[in-house]
């Protein structure tokens, strides 16, 4: 089943996108962290997902990009294995969570060289939590950098959602 609906998470608030034909993303709602009563405006949007997509529609939830590191380093790219090596190697120590503790996506930027982008598991997990209180059950999760941070769309744990 194809995630036509995304949950956008900011320290603003929260919105809801929907993928149109020509495979953009369209905002069609959103919710203010301010908002009087949050949990009827995350309702709303909740409502308009339904409206679009049906009862059992599944979300990427993107992650604010200040909840993501995004780095580079030498690594052989033309070896799977030894690049996740590298970088794992490479992450221990960058941040105050073990390597065991994030995901990370990566893309060659040239041979040799990939751009990182690396969320704690805590993170998603936080994430996936509050979307799940509305309802909003997350099929993965993804950031969308400007491409001097990370060269498209870094895309996480997709495999780890829950079933819904």
Not at 31 to 57: I, K, N, Y
Not at 129 to 152: K, L, N, S, T, Y
Request: charged letters at 20%.
């Amino acid at each position: 089943m194809p995630v036509n609906i995304a949950l956008f998470l900011s320290s603003d608030g929260i919105a809801l996108a929907h993928r149109q034909a020509a495979g953009h993303w369209a905002m069609v709602g959103e919710a203010g962290l301010d908002s009087p009563d949050l949990s009827a405006a995350l309702g709303g949007l909740h409502a308009q997902a339904v409206e679009r997509e049906g009862d059992s529609f599944q979300t990427l939830l993107v992650l604010p990009d200040d909840q993501i590191l995004y780095t580079s380093l030498t690594a052989p790219t033309s070896d799977a294995e030894q690049t996740a090596f590298r970088i794992e190697e490479g992450l221990d120590g960058l941040t105050p969570y073990s390597v065991t503790e994030l995901e990370y996506a990566y893309a060659v930027l040239e041979e040799d060289r990939v751009k990182i982008a690396v969320v704690a598991r805590e993170t998603l997990e936080e994430a996936r939590g509050f979307a799940a209180q509305f309802g909003i059950f997350g099929a993965g999760f993804a950031a969308m950098p400007p491409m001097e941070r990370f060269p498209g769309m870094p895309v996480f744990d997709v495999a780890g959602a829950p079933e819904t």
